[in-house]
T-cell receptor, first 117, second 116 residues
Framework: NAGVMQNPRHLVRRRGQEARLRCSPM?????VYWYRQLPEEGLKFMVY????????ESGMPKERFSAEFPKEGPSILRIQQVVRGDSAAYFC???????????????FGPGTRLTVL | AQKVTQAQTEISVVEKEDVTLDCVYE???????LFWYKQPPSGELVFLIR??????QNEISGRYSWNFQKSTSSFNFTITASQVVDSAVYFC?????????????FGAGTRLFVKA
């Protein structure tokens, strides 16, 4: 059973460009979470999605950031018009449906390291 | 409000020493989960343990052990006989049930250096 997959692992963008980060959850997992880790800091929650629904986006910046988890395909975190302050590691995690307590452990992907020049 | 505090920013020990990483949390929920994750220099996040709020039994896994104390809202992590490979950043996290899923808050992490 493959783990959570993220691509690309490293992404370099110039200021003003768009960044698209992809996350494929573990098989059978219906919940996806995105976190951002700034250099030398902990992980900060951004958004929580289920298939075709955004459940909680309270950690997402109001502008330039968006996320989706379509019925088919990976979850996408999109950052438009990137700025240097967006440089960070972006981690995706997935969990199974919250049934019988199994839904509480999040399994993390390897992360995408975004560098904005 | 949810909060996780890891007061130790960095710890440096010599190999074979025991080391305890502290974690204190705040929550108003009665049902919650606590986690420890390891982030080695390669950057990935490795799940170590999950503990639910109704299970205060301490746990031991090899050289790792965890002490959950609800009375003090602490979930401390001890590495016995530390090794150089234990050098990493360790994150404590708190997860509370939300509609259909769980929202997780991470502490700022403790960077552990184990010197040979």
């Amino acid at each position: 059973n493959a783990g959570v997959m993220q691509n690309p692992r490293h992404l370099v963008r110039r200021r003003g460009q768009e960044a698209r980060l992809r996350c494929s959850p573990m098989k059978g997992h219906s919940h996806v979470y995105w976190y951002r880790q700034l250099p030398e800091e902990g992980l900060k929650f951004m958004v929580y999605l289920q298939k075709e629904n955004i459940i909680d986006e309270s950690g997402m910046p109001k502008e330039r950031f968006s996320a989706e988890f379509p019925k088919e395909g990976p979850s996408i975190l999109r950052i438009q018009q990137v700025v240097r302050g967006d440089s960070a590691a972006y981690f995706c995690a997935s969990s199974p449906p919250a049934a019988g307590g199994r839904g509480d452990t999040q399994y993390f992907g390897p992360g995408t390291r975004l560098t904005v020049l | 409000a949810q909060k996780v505090t890891q007061a130790q920013t960095e710890i440096s020990v010599v190999e074979k020493e025991d080391v305890t990483l502290d974690c204190v949390y705040e929550t108003r929920d009665t049902t919650y989960y606590l986690f420890w994750y390891k982030q080695p220099p390669s950057g990935e996040l490795v799940f170590l343990i999950r503990r639910n709020s109704f299970d205060e039994q301490n746990e031991i896994s090899g050289r790792y052990s965890w002490n959950f104390q609800k009375s003090t809202s602490s979930f401390n992590f001890t590495i016995t006989a530390s090794q150089v490979v234990d050098s990493a950043v360790y994150f404590c996290a708190l997860s509370e049930a939300r509609t259909g899923g769980f929202k997780t808050i991470f502490g700022a992490g403790t960077r552990l250096f184990v010197k040979a």
